[in-house]
């Protein structure tokens, strides 16, 4: 005989709404995914001599795995905050939380992680052609991560803008088309006909410290890696950067340029700008030629920069 049996426990959910707080400040930064941030514990084998013995295993260290977070290029100012931080080569330490909530914004989870630092941020790229969300992906390291249950609160935090927190979300949404890339000393109007920005990452390697009587190691930031710079422009308008590329491999002294990537929500509102310093242009590299390709002829333009700085809500 069946018997029926009663759900008796805690309400089942479908988390689909994420965010982050940082420091205790409310104000709360929407993810668009979470990943990673794991606790495990490595497992130590000892061989016993003895017979009846055999294998003997044990838990060891603790390690807590890094954590992706995934958010929209208008992300809040706290989050922008310490990620210049970072950027600027400060690294600077944050205590916070990941939060989970249900359809309705109540808060489910919550996973605290204490004296965590960036260890890279990926940005997008920006297509002319593309017109899907531009997100930013950080990856955080923390020393330590603990489960805990949430409050209950409602984490649709109303937005600096004023107004209805949907709306606003939508006039914050940075399409991956709408950009503008501008190279100091080029004419407004061929780079106004740049097509597309490659995907770009500021990153610094994590080292951990194994002090005596901690659990889990100390991590330190090393130096920041500065990356490379890839944009397209047509043929016709890349004249500019082929006389600085020739005089560069004529051995002429090239003049070190600087750069800057807009990008605009959509409602062409400026959300922020990324600066680019020391720019040197190392490579001019056109298009395959191709008697079946129909489509405008572009030029790939790689530069080497030595700062990067991120101006959020073109502030």
């Known amino acids: 005989m069946t018997q029926s ?95 989970a909530a249900d359809k309705n914004y109540v808060e489910k989870a919550r996973r605290l992680f204490k004296e965590a630092i960036i260890s890279s941020i990926d940005f997008p790229s920006f297509n002319s052609t593309d017109k899907n969300p531009a997100t930013v ?38 399409s991956a088309c709408n950009f503008h890339f501008s190279y100091h000393g080029a004419s407004d109007g061929a780079m106004k006909r740049v097509t597309k920005v490659d995907a ?19 991590k330190l930031a090393g130096k920041v890696e500065w990356p490379n710079i890839a944009f397209y422009l047509p043929e016709i308008e890349a004249q500019f950067f082929i006389d600085l590329h020739t005089k560069t491999m004529s051995g002429q002294p090239a003049p070190i340029g600087a750069a800057e990537l807009s990008y605009f929500d959509n409602n062409r509102r400026p959300r922020g700008v990324v600066e680019f310093e020391g720019c040197r242009i190392f490579s001019v590299a056109p298009d395959k030629h191709d008697a079946t390709n129909e489509e405008v002829r572009q030029v790939k333009v790689e530069m080497a920069v030595e700062s990067i700085t991120v101006k959020p809500k073109g502030s």
């Open 200 to 218: 770009f990452s500021v990153k610094t390697k994590i080292v951990e410290y194994h002090h005596a009587g901690r659990h889990e190691p100390i």
């Open 5 to 99: 049996q009663s759900s008796t426990g805690p309400e089942l959910y479908s988390s689909a709404q994420f965010a982050i707080e940082l420091d205790g400040d409310k104000s709360l930064t929407s993810l668009r995914s979470i990943d990673g941030g794991h606790a495990k514990t490595e497992i130590l084998t000892y061989h016993s001599g003895t017979k009846n013995l055999g294998v003997l295993r044990q838990n060891g260290k603790r390690k807590y795995e890094d954590i992706k977070l995934v958010m929209g290029m208008a992300a809040g100012p706290a989050m922008w905050n310490w990620m210049n931080s970072f950027i600027a080569g400060t690294c600077e330490r944050r205590n916070g939380a990941l939060v």
């Open 137 to 174: 992906t950080v990856t955080v390291s923390p020393e330590t991560m603990v489960y805990t249950v949430g409050d209950g609160g409602n984490i649709a935090a109303p937005d600096p803008d004023g107004g209805p927190t949907g709306e606003n979300q939508r006039q914050k949404h940075v």
